[in-house]
């Protein structure tokens, strides 16, 4: 069951509500990533408000239920906030993200035991890997639960992220749903100037995986793309989605720009972001 | 004159009695086979116990687990990086994962992978590393690594441990599903002589008393325990009275036994298969110079990759047999004296 299993209306208020957290943590500290956070939150909303299977009375092997893995930690705010506002811990703790002392580390960390977090990442590449063990244990354990992971689109360009895709199929590691966020830009610029990734349908595809591709910032078409890879599983191959979004979606001058992968706004864009952001119902932390 | 070692001279010490604890073998197995033996019986004991391996199954000597856990053992193929990164996954489901590799595979290649995802995430993993060392002998130095105990003694909630003999490694390689965290099991490849008890309990971080002496302490780990015993006898001999420790554990370090040691000794030779940066040698340093510095000689490999070459001439030219430990305590003694 999921505990909040909200409406489309409902998650597009709840999404709103996340956007406002990340660029307010990310001012707040002058520090962080906000881009691929606002990019990839319709998803993080989609899986922790509609469709995974969870309790928030945390328990690192979550028996029994749907398992989510952050392996581009970098975009810790949004998790942050989506963990928080979904109930693992109080909204107020999002204040403290990236200071000292704080259970928010700058990128995921089990070390200091925030709830909802299983492994740390930050070191790009080994989130998958992760995912596709959490998976296989499951099955031994003839554990129903589902195993989520998400990458980014640069973060491709790890060895390993192929050595899991290569592992998954020949082990019918059937369990796993991963994503990737293909927003096309990395830190030096856009994905096809960097290092292009090319035909990735075809390039999984080849590696045995089922593959979908999805909006990522549009509900209406990404719950029924996760229904469908839902659907997929147990058939004897790993699913992955491929999920176009836009970095900095709902900030109208972070859209479409590697310019804000890391970077916060300063006091002045706060407001215009936040303008931009209005929600009916919930309340800031 | 320079580069040339000092005489050691050794006043009056020929004169005394000494004598050296007994040690026999009957026969003499490889280490990496005291792991295999180890995981089928903690398989058997431990419904947790999940086996991954890279591509040598044979080398690590796997394939009785593989064959009566088939469900529990995983092969990853030529993909180390991964293989850490699954083992940390399997972990979060309860199992105790124990990957399989030589030491180069084992630590250098998938530093990174062990630092985040196993290490700093706190994993119950087990990194058993075979063909440590410079004992794998003809492959060379791409596959003899001598840097492996420092980069893993170095990553907080990491526990190390090197075996002496086919028993003790069993005995660790059981022992270590016991203990929630990762540890590094490092192991060898060539035949060395099987002399601790088969039924020597494996006590993590415990250092293990092989003869009582009061002129030096010889720290010994991995297969530079059994040099150590036969260097004792040829002290012995020659009227030296060494303590010999058999420390199993590199980190956490047996820091009470080492103290204890040396406070009766007042010197020490620590003897190790690895680079003498960042080993066995400079833990006991650091243990000393916290407390109190005491000479020390190394008897390690002297900051260089190896080479092709048969186990025992390799263990020669870099300085790693009895002979190189007789001559280090002659010079650690003569330092005490001076």
Redesign the interface.
Known sequence: MNPHNQSIDELKQTAAQVRRDIVRMVHGVNSGHPGGSLGCTDYFVSLYFRLMNYSTDFTMEGKGEDLFFLSNGHISPVWYSVLARAGFFDVKELSTFRKLNSRLQGHPTTHEGLPGVRIASGSLGQGLSVAIGAAQAKKINKDKGLVYVLMGDGELEEGQVWEASMYAPHHKVDNLIATVDRNGQQIDGSTEEVMSLGDLRAKFEAFGWHVLEADGNNFELLLPAFEEAISATGKGKPVIILMDTEMGFGVDFMMGSHKWHGVAPNDEQLEIALQQLAVKVAADY | MYGVLQQATIPDLKKKKTQMKEYTYTEKKDTRSGFGDGLLEVGRQNPNV?GLCADLIGSLKMGAFQKEFP??F?Q??I?E???????????????I?YTGTFANFSTGRVY??I???IA????NVKICASHAGLTLGEDGATHQILEDIGMMKMLPHMTVINPCDYNQTKAATIAIADYDGPVYLRFGRPSVPIFTPADQKFEIGKAVMLNEGTDLSIFATGHLVWKAILAGKILADKGISAEIINIHTIKPLDTEAVLASVAKTGCVVSAEEHNRIGGLGDSIAQALASSKPAPQEYVAVNDSFGESGTPDELMEKYGLTENDIVAAAERAISRKNA
Do not use: W
């Not at chain 2, 293989?83 to 199992?95: D, P, R």
């Not at chain 2, 700093?120 to 994993?123: D, F, G, P, R, T």
């Open positions: 999940v469900e529990r995983f990853v193929g993909a990086a991964n293989m850490m990164g699954l083992a940390a996954g399997m972990t979060i489901g309860g199992k994962p990174d992978q630092r985040q995802s700093y995430s706190s994993k």
